[in-house]
C-alpha cells in the first residue's frame, strides 16, 4: 500500500508525522509543506550586477518594480498575496473586483486604499487601467464559477494572468489561454514543493500509463470550513491516478470542513484551522484491507 500526506503548512508537516509515527502499522508516508515561493529575480541580480561589471556598465542592481492588479483582494486569499506584492516592492494597482460588499467601496492594504468595483463592471474599468499601467500582471483569486469568464476576459485584453483560483472548466481555461498565445500562470497549487510533486506526478503517468491497473484510492482532503468544492490539488493528483489506471470517481472524495474532526482525527494545528490544507491519499491493491 502507498499512501502520500500533503500539508500544505509548514507546522502541519510536523504534526503528520508525529501523529502517523504513533501507528503500528507503518506506511510510506510523504509530508510535503508548500513554503512561499522565493523571488527568482533575487538570485538573479548578483549574476546581472556581474556581466555588467565585466562590460564595464555600472553594477546597479535593477529594481523590482511591475504593477499588480489582485482580482479580488477581499478574499483571505487575494488580501495576503496583495499583502506579499507591496513587501516585494511590487506596485499594486489600487484597483480590485469583488461582489463583497466593503464601506465604501474601498478597502486600506498595507496603508493604501483600494478601489473595489462590482465584477459586472471589470470589463468596462480594465481597458483604462492598462492605458495607465501597461506593464499590467493580474492575480486571480475570485470564485470558481468567475474563472472561464476572467480569463476570457483577460486574453481579450492581453493581460497575462496568474489564476490562483481553482474550479472552473480547467481544459477550457488552457484553451482559451493557447488560442489567445498570452503568458498565463495556471496551477491549482502555488506551493513550489507541492507544484514539483503535481509535475512529477503528470511525468510518471505520461510515461507509464496504466502501471497502477488493479489498484483503488481512498482521498480524503481538509481545508478551512468556508472552502466548499473539492481541492484543486487533490483533483489533480487523482487525474494523475486515473491516467496510471486507478479508477476512481471525485465524488468518492472525502471533504473534511468540520473543525473538531480536523484537529482530532486529521491532525491540524488548532490555529491553523482557518486556513489550511491536508490532503491524504492511500494508493491500495484491489481487494486489500487495511
Sequence with gaps: MLSATIAAHPAAAITLRQRHSLRPLQRLRVPIGAAPPRRRM????????????????????????????????????????????????????????????????????????????????????????IEEYPDLIVVDYT????????????????LPFVMGTTGGNRQLLHKTVQDANIYAVISPQMGKQVVAFLAAMEIMAEQFPGAFSGYKLEVMESHQATKLDVSGTAKAVISCFQKLGVSFDMDEVKLVRDPEEQVNVVGVPAEHLAGHAFHMIDVLREGNMR
Design 143 to 158: 470564485v470558481p464559477d468567475a474563472v472561464n469568464a476572467n480569463a476570457e476576459l483577460y486574453c481579450k485584453l492581453g
Design 42 to 129: 533575487a538570485t538573479a541580480r548578483p549574476l546581472v550586477v556581474k556581466a555588467l561589471a565585466s562590460q564595464g556598465v555600472p553594477a546597479v542592481p535593477p529594481k523590482l518594480s511591475f504593477p499588480i492588479l489582485v482580482n479580488s483582494c477581499t478574499g483571505k486569499m487575494g488580501k495576503a498575496v496583495a499583502e506579499a506584492a507591496v513587501s516585494a516592492g511590487l506596485q499594486l494597482v489600487p484597483v480590485s473586483f469583488s461582489a463583497m460588499e466593503v464601506p465604501d467601496g474601498r478597502l486600506e492594504i498595507c496603508d493604501r486604499e483600494i478601489q473595489i468595483h462590482d465584477p459586472s463592471e471589470s470589463e468596462k474599468i480594465l481597458p483604462s487601467i
